[in-house]
């Protein structure tokens, strides 16, 4: 029998065995991972120069440190930034445990070097135009590990949990819950029943449509929460050059009409490359990466809408899928890239005239087209109508030019319902990070985890 059984081996569930073993807890520890250790992750996509949809999961988004591995780790460290754990737990209680879980990234080799802290005239200018343009900057330092600086920093971890007696299961992928009158009781996993004390489900936005299938199956309380759709942009790094000296990576948030849905800037890479990865049902979607050492000449940046559903329907992660299998099936499979200047001219864009502008596609295989033949009529106008409001505070932004790719989808949606205390409606089965609905990053996945652990501890 297990003291501590975690299915994910993200930060979320990382960062509780971490936290426990720092604490001497001598509880037997077993973390199950569908995914490879991090030393067997590589994407073939260096070698092949393309996706190879690889079986059964996916490099990039499974495995030892879960979607972080490959991230270009910018570890958020406001709790305005993250997802909305802050407000379960409270906003001093979530900048302390950050501060704390920030302290542990050093421990094991993060750069020291903090991004956005002062308040300089840079960053009073970026703030007055965002004011004139309706917009929101958000304050965050960010601490920037890069790509292969976070895989090392993962590789050390990794490697001083097995040290310590912590068991993890690669290629091990969790098929059931075991609850018993309402008490979690373990999971059967590989066709393997796995019986532990505590069950900590951590499977991030990979694991999120399995989690929610699993509140269907046993009851577990749950609700809908929002989904984010949107777009990559991508443009030259001129354009983009106050902002990223200045922030590093701009958090702009608006409500642009007539909809007023909520949109925002996320994930944005200074001299990064647009990236695909893929999830279940070879849906594949667009993110961004950039590295410590190896630079490209643009930015890029996520634009994302926020959409909320009630009744009659209130499926938001079954809506953003059909929305990117559009989009892929425009694309033939494949991310589909549009100019900016093409969509407002209401054209597709054409392979050939990708290359006729400053920027070039750091995406190669992405696939010149029409997004706006998929790309919903509201979520498509606000973002529109937001990029013209950064085009305010970063002239050039709404050039004809700019790239959109898309589809850029954040899968956070089925939202666990959990008191303060992190305990869900069933009895001994907790749920952390991105599959639970309350974070939406490394730093406040890596901090439920550790808050986590805090509660075993007790
Ligand atoms: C390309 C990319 C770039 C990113 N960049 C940043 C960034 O710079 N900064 C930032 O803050 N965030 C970034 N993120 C987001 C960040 O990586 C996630 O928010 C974070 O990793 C969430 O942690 P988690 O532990 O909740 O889940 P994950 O990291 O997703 O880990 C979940 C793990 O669970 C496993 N799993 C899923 N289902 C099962 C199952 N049934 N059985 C067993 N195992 C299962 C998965 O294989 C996965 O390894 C990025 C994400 C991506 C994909």
């Excluded at 802290?117 to 343009?133: S, V």
């Excluded at 019986?195 to 990979?206: D, F, L, Y």
């Amino acid at each position: 029998m297990l003291d501590v059984l975690i299915i994910g081996a993200g930060p979320a569930g990382i960062f509780t065995a971490l936290e426990l073993l720092r604490n001497n807890s001598g509880k037997k520890i077993l973390i199950a991972e569908q995914g490879s250790m991090i030393d067997k992750r590589s994407c073939p996509k260096a070698k092949t120069g393309k996706c190879v949809h690889c079986k059964p999961t996916c490099h990039i988004t499974s495995g030892f440190a879960g979607a972080g591995a490959f991230s270009d780790g910018k570890l958020s460290l406001s709790y305005e930034v993250g997802g909305d754990l802050p407000e379960l737990i409270g906003a001093d209680y979530a900048q302390k445990m950050i501060d704390y879980t920030d302290k542990i990234y050093l421990e094991f080799g993060a750069d020291t070097h903090v991004e956005g802290l002062e308040a300089t005239e840079e960053i009073k200018d970026i703030r007055r135009k965002a004011i004139q343009a309706d917009l929101k900057l958000v304050d965050c330092p960010i601490r920037h590990l890069g790509t292969e600086k976070a895989h090392e920093l993962y590789l050390r971890i990794q490697e001083h949990l097995l040290a310590n007696g912590v068991e993890i299961l690669p290629h091990h992928d969790a098929e059931n819950l075991i609850i018993e009158d309402n008490v979690c009781k373990g999971a059967v996993i590989n066709g393997k029943e796995f019986r532990a004390e505590k069950v900590i489900v951590a499977t991030g936005r990979k694991g999120a449509d399995w989690l929610e299938n699993m509140c269907r199956i046993h009851g577990i309380q749950n609700e809908a929460g929002v989904v984010d759709i949107g777009v990559r942009v991508e443009l030259r790094n001129e354009v983009m050059e106050k902002v990223n000296e200045a922030l590093y990576e701009s958090k702009l948030i608006g409500y642009p009409k007539p909809f007023m849905n909520k949109v925002r800037t996320f994930c944005q890479n200074p001299g990064g490359f647009v990236a695909q990865e893929n999830y279940e049902n070879n849906l594949a979607v667009v993110n961004g990466h950039s590295f410590k050492d190896k630079k490209s000449g643009n930015t890029n940046l996520a634009i994302l809408c926020s959409h909320h559903f009630s009744v009659p329907f209130n499926e938001p992660i079954l809506y953003a899928q059909k929305v990117g299998q559009l989009l892929n099936m425009l694309g033939d499979g494949n991310i589909l890239v549009q100019r900016l200047g093409d969509i407002r001219n209401g054209k597709r864009t054409w392979q050939k005239e990708l290359s006729q502008g400053n920027v070039r596609p750091t995406l190669p295989d992405a696939v010149a087209g029409d997004i706006t033949s998929a790309i919903p009529y509201r979520t498509m106008i606000s973002i529109l109508s937001f990029i013209d409001q950064v085009d305010k505070v970063v002239p050039g932004f709404a050039s004809s030019e700019t790239l959109l790719y898309a589809p850029e989808i954040k899968f956070y949606s089925n939202r666990i319902r959990m008191d303060a205390d992190l305990n869900t409606s069933v009895k001994n089965l907790y749920c952390l990070g991105d599959s639970s609905g309350w974070t939406r990053g490394l730093m406040m996945a890596s901090v439920m985890g550790v808050i986590m652990a805090k509660k075993l501890l007790n």
